[in-house]
């Protein structure tokens, strides 16, 4: 069974987060998704942010009835601060059931280099890289930051896709201004939509964690 490990600070998910995973699972290069709502991202450790309950219970929202998708906390369960992409990667596979990848999208391969043993995790695992219209990874990028053989493997690994314009940036800015539902909605499935709404997640003057 191939699963590919999704992580991701989902605040909020959206409707490009959906579209990754399900990109992920058309390629044919994993069985199944697995959402990992991040307990506290490395890279986002000075911002704000919603509540770790919050962001899992809208994955969830999102994601089900689509059994080839399912929700883990195995972030909060570990609670690590600052928590790495290897470590738990390595913890999963110790299940020799199991072949967990990672699938991250093209900005992230950009920056690949820059994460926690990050030459390990790109010889140990494999990895699905979802592209972007504002990230082309080319093979000699890959050379510059990690040996030949890697570098090559890296660069295979992207997948073919359509394009999202969504960010989450956009989508929480959209939110505090609260004035165009209809097109929040364009962004986010209804479900975590209508969840943001009935808890008065991202609105001005209310504190998120």
């Known amino acids: 069974m191939r699963t590919a490990f999704f992580g991701g600070s989902f605040d909020p998910p959206h409707s490009g987060h959906l579209g990754v995973a399900t990109g992920a699972l058309?390629?044919?290069?994993?069985d199944r998704v697995m959402w990992v709502p991040a307990f506290m991202p490395p890279h986002k450790l000075q911002r704000s942010r919603q509540q770790f309950a919050h962001r899992f219970n809208m994955v969830r929202l999102i994601t089900a009835?689509?059994?080839?998708?399912?929700?883990?906390?195995?972030?909060?369960?570990?609670?690590?601060?600052?928590?790495?992409t290897f470590d738990i990667l390595e913890e999963l596979n110790r299940d020799p059931a199991e072949k967990y990848q990672l699938l991250i999208g093209a900005?992230?391969?950009l920056d690949l280099h820059t994460w926690y043993r990050a030459r390990e995790l790109a010889e140990r695992?494999?990895?699905?890289?979802?592209?972007?219209?504002?990230c082309q990874v080319t093979l000699e990028y890959l050379k510059e930051k990690f040996t030949s053989s890697v570098a090559e493997k890296l660069f295979k690994s992207q997948l073919d896709g359509e394009f999202f314009e969504i960010s989450s940036t956009n989508l929480r800015f959209s939110m505090e201004k609260s004035d165009n539902w209809d097109n929040i909605i364009s962004m986010t499935p209804e479900p975590a939509a209508l969840y943001c709404r009935r808890h008065g997640l991202y609105l001005k003057n209310r504190s998120s964690i």
């Open 125 to 134: 695992f494999e990895i699905l890289v979802y592209p972007r219209p504002d």
């Open 65 to 84: 009835g689509i059994p080839e998708f399912f929700v883990s906390d195995i972030e909060y369960r570990r609670r690590q601060v600052p928590s790495y």
């Open 107 to 109: 900005d992230s391969l």
């Open 26 to 30: 058309r390629s044919g290069r994993c």
